[in-house]
């Protein structure tokens, strides 16, 4: 997730769309612009990985992941959403619960009290 505009670039709340960009350069991946966002898809280890930009702003983005999981008929156990929590300090990442830090470009999962 993220808002559209140069404006919001490089801010905490754009996250989603720093990590949509790192996976499409890493992939070439090429997007083009569509109902509610840019997207764009490549093959993963047999699997078809769709990246989306919605091109609402955060606080509606779920419209733009709602559409675009009806017409690809996706599961919602299959999409993930990478967005901002400003509960959990810089540099560190929340995925199904756990918590994890990034130290030189790898993950390490943090035990919480």
């Given amino acids: 997730m993220g808002n559209i505009g140069?404006?919001?670039?490089?801010?905490?709340?754009?996250?989603?769309?720093?990590?949509?960009?790192?996976?499409?350069?890493?992939?070439e991946v090429q997007f083009t612009n569509h109902k509610l966002g840019a997207k764009g898809s490549f093959n993963h280890q047999g699997k078809k990985i769709i990246l989306l930009k919605p091109s609402t702003f955060m606080n509606r983005s779920g419209k733009s992941v709602r559409y675009w999981a009806l017409k690809e008929n996706l599961?919602?156990?299959?999409?993930?959403?990478?967005?901002?929590?400003?509960?959990?300090?810089?540099?560190?990442?929340?995925?199904?619960?756990?918590?994890?830090?990034c130290e030189d470009g790898k993950f390490f999962e943090v035990k919480r009290k």
Avoid: C, M, W
């Fill in 6 to 27: 140069s404006e919001y670039k490089k801010t905490r709340h754009n996250i989603g769309f720093e990590v949509i960009d790192y996976l499409a350069k890493k992939f």
């Fill in 75 to 101: 599961l919602v156990q299959n999409i993930l959403i990478v967005t901002d929590d400003l509960h959990l300090p810089i540099a560190l990442l929340k995925l199904k619960g756990k918590v994890y830090k």
